[in-house]
């Protein structure tokens, strides 16, 4: 096989020296009127492409200047490895060799990388089925299996590749793969560091020696890249602690002769510490002088920090562009004294021009309809460029919850300096998903339930839902659909049918059912940006089903009004939504507040149920989450409120560590019957998760909960609320949201359903 592969290599690299023979050999024709052109050789080019590719016609005369450029045409086809011409009577006749053409190509021994992927790289290089085979292009695919082994610490990784001819002039490509173990590093030295220890510096970097969780990480393989990443990471260190002249000297990365390990040695310089003497503003400032000067966060008299002059200059951008400056330039220019290792930052700006855009182009939305991006913009075409309406057309595009990166660029429209384009770079994420749930309680042992839902379907922006809990004693069954834009306004509708029936738990015994059907049809009306008050009405059944340990105010409540009922509750609600994101907050707060009133049926009653979350941005990685609902409901007409409208707590979205919807009143028999009265409060503090890269979605988070559920006749009082703590982890995946809770209560009484551990993929905090 691999003189056969050889002797491939040998013909492709003569194919120069044919062409310039098979050019001799044109020029050796005498000069001829063609009357026919007939074409020798092919067996799978078509003969179209030889006859548009040369300069000869039926009826021109040949010489050898149009021989040498049909015979160039053919060459750069690139399908031919030999090419030459000959003359019989009046008729041209060409002569072609084709080039192998690639059958398939194949990896052995790759781990890894998936096939798929590295298939996909060979097609980029061009080696892939049905296109002609070319030595040039194997070598170069081998070294860039190699490049992409040593970007993962591979560096013993050696390729071989075999050439397999088959019929019909083809040939299959194997690439066999050897790849070693990887280069781990072993050691990471810095050198020259006096104001802090090396264990230090070296915490700041990604890569480091190794751990515990390294195996998952990879933080311990060397790359080019993060190292760079972590130099970065190493000067703003310095920058913001006001070594103003910090410099990294030298980076040396030494490999040992067997290739396993690695040692990473970073010389400094870190000059003196600076401290900040004044800061002053030169220059254009749209006489807002007093405007700019609030958006100072440098101080005088501490440390010079890169970060707070970034900050403000990026402050002083954005300002502008709210007038529409989409050019602004601001520089922080230093005055350093060296003397007494103070600087005096002087602050210069030009607004340049006013500027207004021209055309608002979206890119990246493979499904997502542009109209559904567009409807969300405030800034428009033809308009003045305006930096805070563009801000807010990018955090509502965020907040569809439809992509999982949106950025917004500004380019220049070349030979028209007072416009602009903006392009809106959308990353999609799966919108259809599988959820699915799952716990484990001494009460129902293994439960399950999952939900089809579709939050953009067809690219269209609206969303369908079939949602199904099979658990096997609270099973539902609930279909939605929401067109957000049922209006051109942005007036939203929704429409909801369900279906629902709970059952004792076993270790409670009984048959009895509580069954509830119903639908509704709501509509949701924008007041201003973050606010949307909702407006509708529902039609539901409530029906007791009697059976065995049916719990007392079940039978209570059917005994005196009915076993069955029905109601029309009006829906009124209001939110505000000021969130970053929709899919992974960091800042914001979002209010929602939703109150059913049924006005007519044989259930009378009130009931409303708000919550407030907040998300506070402590620094790049960390943010603390607060959230807190309450709910409160009353009867009307001399009724109590219904018992199949009680509020429930525990789990999951509530007090996590405690069975889902388990807290509050129970029966004689421990049933839990819920309430209309429910306060939670949650508190998370949320990191990245280790390694997740790119994907934003992927954190981690500790979290204390407390909370209740109260009888109607009952005070809610501190002393009864339930409280746990735990740590989670939550991720956009891609059969949905995903969230894990281990919990343990740090507060809890006797009778209380204890779940430590839960999952579900489909809910939120």
């Known amino acids: 096989m691999k003189k056969q592969s050889n002797r491939f290599g040998a013909r492709t690299a003569t194919a120069v020296a044919a062409m310039f023979l098979a050019v001799h050999a044109a020029w050796a024709l005498e000069p001829f009127k063609v009357q026919d052109i007939r074409v020798e050789g092919l067996q799978r080019v078509e003969p179209g492409t030889v006859f548009a590719s040369i300069p000869l016609r039926v009826g021109d005369t040949y010489n050898d200047e149009k021989g040498a450029a049909a015979i160039r045409a053919l060459f750069a086809l690139g399908l031919f490895k030999d090419v030459r011409l000959e003359a019989v009577g009046g008729v041209l006749v060409v002569v072609v060799e084709e080039r192998p053409t690639v059958a398939d190509v194949d990896f052995v021994g790759a781990r890894e990388f998936e096939k798929d992927a590295l298939k996909k790289a060979m097609r980029d290089i061009g080696l892939t089925d049905g296109r002609p085979y070319d030595k040039a292009l194997t070598d170069r695919a081998e070294q860039e299996l190699k490049r992409q082994y040593i ?123 600076f401290v900040v003497s004044s800061v002053k503003l030169e220059g254009n400032y749209l006489e807002r002088d007093e405007e700019f000067k609030s958006l100072v966060t440098i101080r005088a008299g501490e440390p010079y920090n890169a970060d707070q002059v970034a900050e403000t200059t990026k402050a002083f951008s954005e300002h502008f562009g709210n007038f529409g400056f989409a050019f602004a330039r601001i520089e922080a220019v230093p005055e350093i004294d060296r003397e007494t290792n103070r600087v005096a930052l002087t602050l210069q700006a030009d607004p340049v021009r006013r500027a207004y855009v021209r055309r608002i182009e979206v890119a990246g939305n493979n499904r997502t309809r542009d109209e559904v991006i567009r409807r969300e913009f405030r800034q428009f075409e033809s308009s003045w460029y305006d930096g805070e309406r563009i801000r807010l057309s990018r ?67 609206n969303y369908l839902g079939v949602d199904v809990n099979t658990s096997k004693f609270k099973r539902t069954l609930v279909f939605s659909t929401t067109d957000p834009y049922f209006t051109r306004d942005g007036i939203s509708r929704t429409v909801d049918l369900y279906y629902r029936t709970d059952k004792p738990y076993e270790d409670q015994g009984g048959n009895y059912e509580l069954v509830t059907t119903g639908g509704g049809l709501r509509f949701g009306v924008p007041f201003t940006e973050t606010d949307t008050v909702f407006f509708g009405a529902a039609l539901e059944s409530n029906r007791i089903k009697s059976g065995t340990n049916i719990p007392a105010a079940y039978l209570a409540y059917a005994d005196r009004y009915g076993s069955s009922s029905s109601s029309v509750p009006l829906t009124i609600g209001w939110s505000r939504d000021g969130r970053d994101s929709a899919l992974a907050p960091n800042n914001g707060v979002y209010q929602r507040l939703n109150t059913d009133w049924s006005v007519a049926g044989d259930a009378r009653y009130l009931r409303a149920n708000y919550q407030y979350q907040q998300y506070i941005p402590l620094n790049k990685k960390f943010t603390l989450a607060f959230n807190g609902e309450l709910g409160w409901g009353k009867g009307f007409n001399g009724r109590p409120f219904p018992v199949f409208k009680n509020f429930y707590s525990g789990g ?28 939670t409060f949650n508190t998370e503090l949320i990191a990245p998760f280790p390694g997740a890269g790119n994907d934003r979605t992927l954190r981690i988070f500790t979290f204390l909960d407390v909370g209740n559920v109260y009888g109607e006749e ?51 905090f």
Do not use: C, H
């Open 652 to 679: 999951l979205g509530s007090v996590r560590g405690f069975d889902q919807g388990t807290l509050g009143p129970r029966d004689v028999t421990g049933a839990s019957l819920g309430g209309p009265k429910k306060v």
């Open 714 to 764: 009952e005070k809610m009082r501190f002393s009864e609320m339930r409280a746990s703590v735990g740590v989670g982890l939550s991720w956009i995946s891609p059969l949905g949201p995903l969230r894990l809770a281990y919990a343990q209560p740090v507060r809890k009484f006797a009778g209380d359903r204890i779940q430590k551990l839960q999952f579900q993929i489909g809910t939120s």
């Open 395 to 461: 955090d509502r595009v965020d907040r569809l919850g439809f992509f999982t990166e949106v950025n917004v660029e500004t380019q220049e429209v070349p030979g028209a300096p007072d416009q602009v384009d903006l392009v809106v770079n959308v990353v999609e994420k799966p919108t259809g998903s599988l959820q699915l749930g799952a716990g484990f309680s001494s009460a129902e042992k293994l439960s399950f339930s999952f939900a089809i839902k579709q939050e953009n379907i067809f690219g269209s922006g």
């Open 151 to 273: 970007n993962k610490s591979f560096y013993g990784a050696e390729v071989v590749t075999t050439v397999t001819p088959i019929e019909r002039n083809r040939v299959n490509l194997t690439f066999t793969i050897t790849e070693g173990d990887t280069a781990r590093i072993k050691d990471i030295r810095i050198v020259g560091n006096k104001a802090f220890s090396e264990s230090t510096l070296k915490g700041l970097f990604d890569q480091d020696t190794g751990g515990w969780l390294s195996w998952y990480t990879k933080s311990d393989r060397y790359a080019r890249s993060k190292l760079n990443a972590d130099l970065e990471t190493l000067r703003s260190y310095y920058l913001q602690r006001g070594y103003l002249e910090f410099r990294i000297d030298s980076t040396q990365v030494a490999i040992s002769p067997d290739k396993q390990d690695i040692t990473i040695t970073v010389n400094v310089t870190e000059g003196e510490r």
